[in-house]
């Protein structure tokens, strides 16, 4: 290290062979001012237009401290509003799952559609991936709003719910998994004299099945998460009584409820997890 | 010299083939075992939620009837006769769509800025102390796990109607979200910068400033727009539990059946977040690719 005292002695020569280290006003650091006071100055335009007031901020957080002492501890009070929470979260899952799995079957078909690779057609690509982006682009809550005014409220509308903003979702993931698929098995069976179908039966299909699945058991957990707030517009599951809980203020009630869908999700969580990994064996997911 | 080929005898043979009817039949029983325990699950999913299929048959009519309706303004002519007409309120919901851009925006950087503050404590390579990490790593879990719908129900009751209690939201969940991800970028980071700070005298707080953060930004600054992106899909539907954007407007258009109100509103937040879409995706690849760089 005889360097260093050589270079502090002698730092105005050292400056001069290295100007660009020692500028105090360079490209980079002036782009990222302005970008600073870009997004500073954007804060501050929002704090005025959405009339962000002190004094109501530091009445809520106290407000929000005395909700956390009400939670404690948690209780759903008896026994039998405990069976009602239950069956409201078993309904939770019961929407996730068969909402991921009614999802599943035209976003195969809208994957395969969707693919370059496989239809190759400029129109019906673009097409396609435009309607998998508008529905995509409508969020659960909305599709539940609509479902509800189609089949009522309840769990029923919240599955077609998940269901139909998982196409969009699924779709994409699934025409992206078949692009990125390796085209030496399809040219294979094409060369042997195979069909269109046949080339994606036994040259595609073998390769994305895995990728397909895990993801979708990935969707049955994230659905879970999402599914548990669907009853707040009425279609079904534990959100409903999430949210009646709040707005009577019953705080006890509402940490109980809490503590019971964070289990349920862990507990799914960790169910998806072991079943993936026995479907694609322990390594990184595609996609 | 012609190959000779070895022939098993009949006993290995038969053996060899017994094998493989074995790992076959054990295969498809896997596989029927799968079949049957996802078509239970299936059915009593479809008991517990009310799966009626008699009804959705009966009532699917209803849902064209619905997407007709809304391609229809009030008189009956169709949305495309009058896209004034369709469009009357553009003034009131450009506002509202901005509103929505904004709660978005100070969401993600208030959640950006809460996890960058705290993602370094949860760092396996950074912290020492593992009641910090497990603390920090705790916080983040429970931030994201709650759905950023429910903290908007509570923080419409304690910091009343509006904007304010939805921005709270999604920084509240962005936090959790961001947090994580930026914890794992950390603990993917080259430590030799780390060392050589260190090595200079260099405190924890110097050795991060200078050692971590120059290798990290720009992919905390990707999955920050990442979150804007998710951020701004959430924001339009604040308005649903009273949390202030354009949600507002559309469920009381849904709720009072005013059809071509209802489409457009869908047809501004649809474009709306394509096009946010598209102009994050382009920065998130300027960004990674200036860091490839």
């Not at chain 2, 603390?135 to 994201?144: G, P």
């Not at chain 2, 709270?168 to 914890?183: E, P, R």
């Not at chain 2, 457009?264 to 649809?270: C, K």
Request: proline content about 3%; charged content about 15%.
């Amino acid at each position: 290290m005889a360097e260093r005292p050589k270079l502090v002695a002698d730092t105005a020569a050292f400056a001069r062979r290295h100007p660009d280290q020692f500028r105090w006003v360079t490209r980079g650091r002036v782009v990222a001012l302005c970008v600073t006071a870009a997004m500073i100055a954007l804060f501050a335009l929002g704090i005025a237009v959405l009339e962000f007031d002190a004094r109501r901020f530091a009445l809520g957080l106290l407000k929000l401290g005395e909700f956390v002492v009400f939670m404690v501890p948690p209780s759903t009070g008896d026994w039998a509003t405990f069976v009602l929470y239950l069956k409201a979260l078993a309904e939770t899952v019961a929407i996730a799952l068969l909402g991921t799995l009614l999802a599943t079957v035209p976003a195969i078909v809208m994957g395969f559609v969707a693919a370059k690779t496989v239809v190759g057609q400029v129109v019906i690509h673009f097409l396609s991936r435009r309607i998998l982006d508008t529905v995509r682009g409508v969020d659960e809550l909305i599709w539940a709003l609509i479902w509800v005014n189609v089949v009522g409220l309840g769990p029923f509308a919240g599955i077609l719910a998940v269901a139909s903003a998982n196409v969009g979702i699924l779709g994409k993931l699934f025409s992206e998994a078949i692009e990125a698929a390796d085209p030496r098995p399809v040219e294979g069976v094409v060369s042997t004299g195979g069909s269109r179908l046949a080339a994606v039966r036994f040259g595609l299909w073998p390769q994305v099945a895995p990728v397909i699945a895990s993801q979708v058991l990935y969707y049955f957990e994230s659905n879970t998460r999402s599914a548990t707030i669907i009853g707040i517009v009425g279609a079904g599951g534990i959100g409903l009584h999430l949210a009646e809980q709040i707005r009577t203020l019953e705080f006890q009630h509402v940490s109980a409820l809490v503590l019971m869908i964070l289990a349920t999700v862990a507990a799914i969580d960790w169910l998806s997890d072991m079943l993936r990994f026995s479907i694609i064996g322990r390594r990184e997911v595609v996609g | 010299m012609a190959p000779s080929i070895h022939r098993q005898g009949d006993a290995r043979l038969a053996l060899m083939m017994g094998g493989y009817d074995a790992a076959v039949a054990a295969k498809r029983r896997q596989t029927t075992l799968g079949a049957t325990v996802l078509i239970v699950a299936v059915v009593v999913a479809a008991l517990v939620g009310e799966v009626d299929v008699g009804k959705f048959v009966v009532n699917l009519h209803r849902f064209g009837d619905y997407i007709v309706r809304l391609a229809h303004l009030e008189g009956g002519a169709g949305v495309l006769s009058d896209v004034g007409e369709w469009f009357w309120g553009w003034r009131r919901w450009l506002v509202m769509l901005g509103e929505t851009l904004l709660i978005a925006y100070m969401g993600t950087l208030m959640g950006a800025l809460g996890g960058f503050a705290l993602c370094f404590f949860a760092a396996r390579n950074l912290t020492g102390r593992a009641w910090v990490r497990f603390a920090t790593k705790r916080f983040f879990e429970v931030c994201r796990t709650v759905p950023e719908m429910v903290f908007a129900l509570i923080f419409v009751i304690a910091f009343g109607l509006g904007p304010l209690a939805g921005v709270l939201a999604l920084a509240v969940h962005s936090t959790g979200a961001l947090g994580k991800l930026f914890c794992e970028v950390v603990e993917n980071i080259d430590l030799k910068p780390v060392d050589g700070v260190k090595a200079n005298g260099g405190s924890w707080v110097e050795a991060v400033r200078f050692a971590v953060v120059p290798q990290v930004l720009s992919n905390f600054a990707s999955y920050a727009l990442l979150r804007f992106e998710v951020n701004v899909r959430s924001a339009a539907v604040m308005g649903f539990v009273g949390a202030g954007g354009i949600g507002q407007d559309l469920i009381e258009a849904i709720r009072k059946f005013y059809y071509s109100d209802v489409s457009a509103l869908l047809v501004l937040i649809v474009g709306t977040v394509m096009v946010i879409d598209l102009c994050t995706e382009r920065l998130r690849h300027a960004l990674l690719g200036l860091r490839r760089a």
